[in-house]
């Protein structure tokens, strides 16, 4: 096998485990987004729910309180009565704080989860960026075409990327940009000797 084919099948091999990724990154972001249409299905079916069950106890509060037989100023000054107006009044602001603290959490989450799906815009776009680059690369070397030098802003991609990648990209991609350049010099050598030579 030539330098040039071992070229060509080292970014062939490149360019197949990039593809893989983002099949299966693409996979996940299906996946999630099925998981958040169930979960929204499910929130309307709770919400649905709730809302039946706010109607019904409303119409039970109608039915469950009857005044007491003792006088309404009597009923103030009981203690007994005081004690349940204190307790349920305590009750009521430890529900209003539950409430604050969920609304509170809630917003939280959907802040972490907006910020986790344009992360994972953002990767898959770079992802899709370096395939590309990569694709591009290894079309160039089957007609034989040798990178010049390996982009920096390339580089950075790749190691930016580097702990989704199941092999060392950033390596592997140096190595094959190296060796490209190596290549190069030696054919650069050979046509400069038999030059001098002719000569």
């Not at 982009?151 to 190691?159: C, F, R, T, Y």
């Amino acid at each position: 096998m030539s330098k040039m084919e071992e070229l060509v099948h080292e970014i062939s091999f490149t360019v197949e485990k990039l593809t893989s990724r983002i099949t299966e990154e693409k996979e996940k972001i299906k996946q999630f987004n099925e998981n958040r249409k169930r979960a929204l299905e499910e929130y309307d079916r709770i919400k649905l729910n709730n809302e039946q069950l706010k109607m019904d106890i409303e119409q039970l509060q109608q039915t469950f309180f009857r005044e007491s037989q003792q006088s309404r100023s009597l009923s103030t000054a009981n203690d007994l009565v005081e004690k349940r107006l204190q307790t349920l009044t305590k009750a009521v602001d430890d529900i209003r704080a539950a409430g604050e603290k969920m609304r509170t959490e809630r917003l939280r989450v959907l802040n972490e989860f907006r910020e986790k799906i344009n992360e994972y815009e953002q990767i898959l776009q770079k992802n899709d960026i370096l395939l590309q680059f990569v694709e591009k690369w290894r079309e160039n070397a089957e007609n034989n075409r040798d990178l010049i030098a390996f982009p920096g802003i390339i580089q950075n991609l790749a190691h930016s990327l580097s702990h989704f990648y199941k092999i060392d990209l950033t390596g592997t991609l140096e190595n094959i940009a190296e060796n490209a350049e190596n290549a190069a010099e030696t054919k650069d050598m050979e046509i400069k000797e038999k030059n001098t030579a002719v000569f």
